[in-house]
């Protein structure tokens, strides 16, 4: 099995930056395509970002489409989330899960957390207003 440990999390004002980390462990995290999700109190988890085992494909969710990137460092086993323009609709608990694949690089990962075999402890986001 592959481990997941999230960081980077914090408190940060409205409008400003983070960039959170999923550092892998037991496991080459390039087998995996690795999504974001988030989940605020009293709402269901919300998809965020995936990304391809290679980076190839990305996608995002609506609500954070030109403010959150998705990347990967496959040498460093880690999946970053860059979390610009932030708004306190953002606060949340943030988890990265993989699933494995393999085959070509080009297609959508999944949005349904069904999909998601493992998944980190998660680390929490708070935007103030």
């Known amino acids: 099995q592959v481990q997941l440990v999230e960081s980077g999390g914090g408190l940060v004002q409205a409008g400003g930056s983070l960039r959170l980390s999923c550092a892998a462990s037991?496991?080459?995290?390039?087998?995996?395509?690795v999504g974001w999700f988030r989940q605020a109190p009293g709402k269901e988890r919300e998809f965020v970002a995936v990304?391809?085992?290679?980076?190839?494909?990305?996608h995002s969710a609506d609500s954070v489409k030109g403010r959150f990137t998705i990347s990967r460092d496959n040498a460093q086993n880690t999946v970053y989330l860059q979390m610009n323009s932030l708004k306190p609709e953002d606060t949340a608990v943030y988890y990265c899960?993989?699933?494995?694949?393999?085959?070509?690089?080009?297609?959508?990962?999944?949005?349904?957390?069904?999909?998601?075999?493992?998944w980190g402890q998660g680390t929490q986001v708070t935007v103030s207003s």
């Open positions: 899960a993989a699933y494995l694949a393999d085959g070509a690089d080009n297609k959508y990962g999944s949005s349904w957390w069904g999909s998601y075999d493992y």
């Open positions: 037991g496991r080459t995290l390039s087998d995996y395509y």
């Open positions: 990304i391809s085992r290679g980076g190839g494909s990305t």
